[in-house]
């Protein structure tokens, strides 16, 4: 028996696939497995159509990996009759475009029903049954892998929530929102708060001293005249009349300095 299978899903997703007993028994078409915590994850019944009749087989699978490829292997026995049946098939993933090629390679010995069922009938049952397993394997897979990429993409969040800070550390450590601010020079209450953070218990007349040539100083500012180039620039008369002053004090000096020299020339002649 050969059959092949195109199904759209990595040849490395359904290799994980295949790896876990417990995810290809959800695979095979027609299994149930037995509630026995004993007995393997492949065993069970399984119950395959043949033409109109079908036929449930007690049994077991095995599964295992051999140099890149899967062999199956199983038997079982009729629930219903004396008749019993062998499997062995290699299963081979070929990566191809878009997907994998799932080639089957095997054969089946039967007794009892089965053996008695056409040829064909057999032919068209393992084909179906094959189908049917290629399908459900890349369901599953499709599934895992998603499943897979949903945790890392969580455990990816939670690390990167776990390393957020509440603030920008500067080089010593601190974060920046979390540095206290000093008051400024200008906070009537500036005092106040330094000497209880620093312990230094400055009285309560030092710090009123304090406020109040603080705010001295501050009305003097706000009434003092403006200067340099922010002063009002003076009036065209008031430049005029202080050029006339300038002028007029020198020759008034002289004048009397001459009145005093012929007083006193005059007084000498007499």
């Not at 200067?227 to 007029?248: F, N, Q």
């Amino acid at each position: 028996m050969e059959h092949e299978v195109f199904v759209p899903v990595p040849a490395e997703v359904l290799r994980a696939t295949l790896t876990d007993p417990a995810r290809v028994a959800r695979c095979v078409p027609g299994f149930q497995q037995d509630t026995d915590g004993e007995a393997g994850p492949l065993t069970g019944r399984l119950k395959v159509r043949v033409g109109a009749n079908t036929i449930t087989y007690r049994g077991a699978l095995r599964i295992a990996e051999r140099a890149g490829r899967f062999a199956l292997e199983g038997e079982g026995t009729e629930v219903r009759g004396k008749g019993t049946a062998t499997l062995a098939v290699t299963l081979a993933l070929t990566p191809v475009a878009e997907g994998t090629t799932i080639g089957f390679t095997g054969r089946v010995t039967a007794e009892g029903r089965l053996a008695d069922a056409e040829t064909e009938a057999r032919t068209a049952a393992g084909a179906r049954l094959l189908d049917r397993f290629a399908e459900a394997l890349a369901a599953v897979a499709d599934v895992e892998a998603e499943i897979a990429a949903e945790e890392a993409d969580e455990d990816l969040d939670a690390v990167d929530l776990d390393g957020v800070d509440d603030g920008v550390e500067e080089p010593g450590g601190a974060p920046v929102f979390d540095t206290p601010v000093p008051p400024t020079p200008l906070d009537p209450l500036a005092d106040e708060d330094l000497a209880d953070r620093a312990g230094t218990g400055r009285p309560a007349e030092a710090a009123h001293a304090r406020r109040t040539m603080i705010g001295r100083s501050a009305e003097e500012v706000d009434h003092a005249p403006p200067r340099g180039r922010y002063a009002p620039v003076p009036s065209a008369e008031s430049s005029s009349a202080g050029a006339t002053l300038r002028w007029i004090a020198p020759a008034a000096a002289l004048a009397l300095a001459s009145a005093v020299v012929v007083s006193r020339a005059l007084r000498r002649r007499r």
